[in-house]
């Protein structure tokens, strides 16, 4: 046996130990309280003698009534037949305590200088403890039959965590997947229709579009990012943006210090950022401006992201497009019921996107 089984194993030997050593110091406490009150004290010592000895022949004995537990329990094969084998497993197992304890009370004799004859020892023994016995091999097979459900339960629980737990990995780099082609097909797009156009502009575009896919390209797909690398993301981004639009876009970026390496979604403000783009910039001829905020209010951060666009029509959306679903599909995976997401109209013009996530320093 290697030393890495012999731990654990030792371990559990220990706490059989200690568990038989507790039941037996609790009944010497009360023979020593009991003859005390009685006119009849004891000493400790003769109070913790006999106890122990008891209960450490209980203990040997039930190593082989768990083994017996776990072999035939009640919930596999026969019931009749399980209960017919721990009925007769039942009987020798308190024919064995009344054996193993009359030798036991045979070594007691012999230490003491007095002689007794094991069939001294073994007939009151038989008379006084044989129901008791029963009793005792029942609750060894309940409390065995309790842990092992335990343990089953633990296992399932933890099985189904991991099991959750991949399922909504697997989601997100779904999500993920989806995400990239669709955001870098539309740069694509942009830089096409400015080749006929804007040559030199388009040579940008592909520069700045490099560096985007290189930074996407080595994204290691984990779930989550800092602010700080999100926002290192969204400015490489709009500088594609604001090549394409030219004077015609406005960005502002403010993010408080307290937020600014918290834990975020990865690519998270993208796809709010490129709907802005889409649909608060590029259809009006004015001047757009794109507004993004991180601050912490009340243990969690808020993300805004606005833009100086029409808004939301007045009969509402009539459906979102992937970015926003993508959006609130990966924060209820990431968050659950914590997290918060809504599209309002600004009061001077425009839409503002909020989201509030609960807030997760950075891994030191």
Same mark, same amino acid.
């Given at each position: 046996?290697?030393?890495?089984?012999? *731990?654990?194993?030792?371990?559990?030997?220990?706490?059989?130990?200690?568990?038989?050593?507790?039941?037996?110091?609790?009944?010497?406490?009360?023979?020593?309280?009991?003859?005390?009150?009685?006119?009849?004290?004891?000493?400790?010592?003769?109070?913790?003698?006999?106890?122990?000895?008891?209960?450490?022949?209980?203990?040997?004995?039930?190593?082989?009534?768990?083994?017996?537990?776990?072999?035939?329990?009640?919930?596999?094969?026969?019931?009749?037949?399980?209960?017919?084998?721990?009925?007769?497993?039942?009987?020798?197992?308190?024919?064995?305590?009344? *054996?193993?304890?009359?030798?036991?009370?045979?070594?007691?004799?012999?230490?003491?200088?007095?002689?007794?004859?094991?069939?001294?020892?073994?007939?009151?023994?038989?008379?006084?403890?044989?129901?008791?016995?029963?009793?005792?091999?029942?609750?060894?097979?309940?409390a065995s039959h309790a842990l092992a459900y335990y343990r089953?339960?633990?296992?399932?629980?933890?099985?189904?965590?991991?099991?959750?737990?991949?399922?909504?990995?697997?989601?997100?780099?779904?999500?993920?997947?989806?995400?990239?082609?669709?955001?870098?097909?539309?740069?694509?797009?942009?830089?096409?229709?400015?080749?006929?156009?804007?040559?030199?502009?388009?040579?940008?575009?592909?520069?700045?579009?490099?560096?985007?896919?290189?930074?996407?390209?080595?994204?290691?797909?984990?779930?989550?990012?800092?602010?700080?690398?999100?926002? *290192?993301?969204?400015?490489?981004?709009?500088?594609?943006?604001?090549?394409?639009?030219?004077?015609?876009?406005?960005?502002?970026?403010?993010?408080?210090?307290?937020?600014?390496?918290?834990?975020?979604?990865?690519?998270?403000?993208?796809?709010?950022?490129?709907?802005?783009?889409?649909?608060?910039?590029?259809?009006?001829?004015l001047t757009g401006r794109i507004e993004l905020r991180g601050?912490?209010?009340?243990?969690?951060?808020?993300?805004?992201?606005?833009?100086?666009?029409?808004?939301?029509?007045?009969?509402?959306?009539?459906?979102?497009?992937?970015?926003?679903?993508?959006?609130?599909?990966?924060?209820?995976?990431?968050?659950?019921?914590?997290?918060?997401?809504?599209?309002?109209?600004?009061?001077?013009?425009?839409?503002?996107?909020?989201?509030?996530?609960?807030?997760?320093?950075?891994?030191?």
């Open positions: 046996m290697s030393a890495k089984t012999m *731990a654990p194993t030792l371990l559990r030997g220990l706490g059989i130990l200690a568990l038989w050593s507790l039941v037996g110091l609790a009944f010497a406490s009360q023979l020593y309280l009991s003859t005390s009150l009685l006119g009849r004290p004891i000493t400790w010592g003769e109070a913790i003698s006999a106890p122990l000895e008891d209960w450490y022949v209980y203990g040997v004995l039930s190593l082989p009534v768990v083994w017996l537990t776990r072999r035939y329990p009640p919930e596999l094969g026969s019931r009749w037949l399980a209960a017919g084998i721990h009925l007769a497993a039942a009987l020798v197992f308190s024919l064995s305590y009344v *054996a193993l304890r009359a030798l036991v009370g045979q070594v007691d004799s012999w230490i003491a200088g007095e002689s007794a004859s094991f069939q001294e020892i073994f007939d009151p023994l038989l008379v006084r403890t044989f129901p008791f016995n029963l009793l005792i091999y029942g609750v060894i097979v309940s089953k339960y633990h296992e399932r629980t933890v099985q189904t965590l991991e099991l959750e737990k991949h399922l909504t990995e697997a989601r997100l780099q779904a999500l993920l997947h989806q995400l990239k082609p669709h955001f870098l097909f539309n740069t694509l797009n942009g830089i096409a229709s400015l080749m006929h156009t804007d040559v030199e502009a388009a040579d940008r575009m592909l520069v700045r579009l490099s560096e985007l896919l290189r930074i996407t390209m080595s994204h290691t797909g984990a779930a989550q990012t800092t602010l700080r690398e999100e926002i *290192a993301f969204i400015e490489r981004y709009l500088d594609i943006e604001r090549i394409r639009f030219r004077d015609r876009l406005e960005v502002a970026i403010e993010i408080d210090d307290d937020v600014i390496d918290a834990k975020v979604p990865s690519l998270i403000l993208q796809p709010i950022v490129e709907n802005a783009v889409r649909h608060g910039i590029e259809p009006r001829s601050t912490l209010e009340a243990g969690q951060v808020v993300l805004t992201v606005s833009d100086n666009g029409g808004g939301i029509p007045a009969g509402g959306l009539t459906r979102e497009g992937i970015g926003l679903a993508n959006t609130r599909a990966r924060l209820a995976e990431l968050y659950g019921a914590r997290q918060h997401f809504e599209l309002v109209n600004r009061p001077d013009g425009g839409l503002c996107v909020r989201m509030v996530i609960p807030f997760s320093p950075p891994t030191p």
